[in-house]
Each structure stands twice: as C-alpha cells, then as structure tokens.
C-alpha cells in the first residue's frame, strides 16, 4: 500500500529525465550550429575570397563563363536554388 504513494514520484521522475535528455540534446545542436557561424563570422572577416563567393551566391551573380553548381535543398533565405549555366546574372525565374 506505501509504495503505490511513490508511483507519481517515480512517474514525475521519469518524464523529468525525458525532458532533460531533448533538452541536452536540444543544446549540443545549438552549439554546433554556434561554432558554424563563429566559423562563418570568422572566414568573413578574415578571407576576402570566402567574402566574394558569399556575396556573388547571395546575389546571384556569376562571372563570365563560370558554372555554379548547388545542393538541391532549399537555401538559408527559404528560396529555391537557381541553376543556369551561363553567364551573368543567374536565373531566379
């Protein structure tokens, strides 16, 4: 008869420890994603080439002749991908 008193406790307990464990895994991934964008930051400030790629994708421009060549899924701005093989401005239409 005591121990159905501790069945809420044990209960409570175990959805605690539930919740703490997507918890810590809820925080490993936001310091991975931390270190990417430290990582971003970092090239950004420091590799002029790593700049003009970022900025030429974002505006999606290319040089003369280039073939830009992108993943499928869907960019950080929410905007499908363009793929043109010519040069000049890419073909967001």
């Known amino acids: 008869m005591l121990g159905l008193l501790f069945v809420p406790v044990l209960d409570r307990t175990r959805e605690l420890k539930g ?3 997507r ?3 809820e925080l490993r991934v936001a310091l991975l994603l931390q270190k990417k ?8 400030r420091s590799d002029p080439t790593y700049l003009e790629m970022v ?3 974002k505006l999606d421009l290319m040089k003369s002749g280039e073939i830009i060549f992108r993943r499928l899924d869907k960019r950080q701005d929410g905007r499908t991908p363009c793929f043109s093989t010519e040069g ?3 073909s967001g239409q």
Do not use: N, S, T, Y
């Open 19 to 21: 919740i703490l464990e």
């Open 23 to 25: 918890e810590k895994q």
């Open 37 to 44: 964008r430290e990582r971003e930051v970092f090239l950004l």
């Open 55 to 57: 900025a030429r994708d």
């Open 88 to 90: 000049g401005r890419g």
